[in-house]
């Protein structure tokens, strides 16, 4: 078994849905939490990161973690076009990014 | 600002024969990284660099090298390619330990027949 899980989709939703992307992990020594944003054919790119349990919202989206479940969620509120991308889940036991796992990715499609 | 840098963008290669893929930065990260996507297996760590002079093997290291001589490049060698390695390559690079992003290249799609 993987030690992230994440919802494999794809997901279609209209312009203006709210979107919940998750994954789930089972390494209890994970603290830090990132998502990526990858647009076709290019590389991903840092879109939230978390430490620890908590929330934490940057414009329309919200980053969750729930350590005691072992599961995150990436919200995206008013759902735009320009967000149609494929969405990493990654974490890591310390402040080191080459210790990274990612999830295989929800590859989300908005459509007008 | 060019970030990482990727050549070449696209490869065919015959199986067999040798393929260096080249990454290089201008954000003088110390720490970098050579990643594989396969669909439905996800990035996968294949080789990563702490410092320039240093390197050590990821998760897949099989049938790939690394070099890392100076702060800027790290370049990837498949010493005799097969099927299995098609895949999309991607460099990234770190500040290092204390900074959990990763930035990543464009990507380098190898194709080996």
């Known amino acids: 078994q993987k030690e992230v899980e994440q919802d494999p989709g794809p997901l279609s939703v209209p312009e203006g849905a709210i979107v919940s992307l998750n994954c789930t992990y089972s390494?209890?020594?994970?603290?830090?939490f990132m998502w990526y944003r990858q647009y076709s054919r290019k590389g991903p790119e840092l879109l939230m990161y978390t430490y620890s349990s908590g929330n934490k919202e940057d414009g329309r989206f919200t980053a969750q973690v729930d350590k005691s479940s072992k599961y995150i969620s990436l919200f995206i509120r008013d759902s735009q076009p320009s967000d149609s991308a494929t969405y990493l889940c990654?974490?890591?036991?310390?402040?080191?990014?080459?210790?990274?796992?990612f999830g295989d990715g929800t590859t989300l499609t908005v459509k007008p | 600002t060019a970030g990482i840098t990727q050549a070449p963008t696209s490869q065919i290669l015959a199986a067999g024969r040798s393929m260096t893929l080249r990454c290089t930065q201008d954000m003088r990260h110390n720490a970098m990284y050579w990643y594989r996507q396969d669909l439905g297996l996800g990035l996968r760590l294949i080789h990563y660099s702490n410092t320039a002079g240093t390197t050590g093997k990821g998760e897949v290291p099989d049938g790939y090298s690394v070099s890392r001589a100076n702060t800027d490049d790290f370049p990837l060698t498949l010493a005799s390619a097969v099927p299995s390695q098609t895949s999309v390559y991607f460099c990234?690079?770190?500040?290092?330990?204390?900074?959990?992003?990763?930035?990543f290249g464009q990507g380098t799609r190898l194709t080996v027949v």
């Open positions: 390494n209890s020594a994970f603290q830090y």
């Open positions: 990234a690079s770190s500040m290092g330990q204390g900074n959990t992003e990763a930035f």
């Open positions: 990654a974490m890591t036991p310390d402040t080191n990014a080459g210790k990274s796992t």
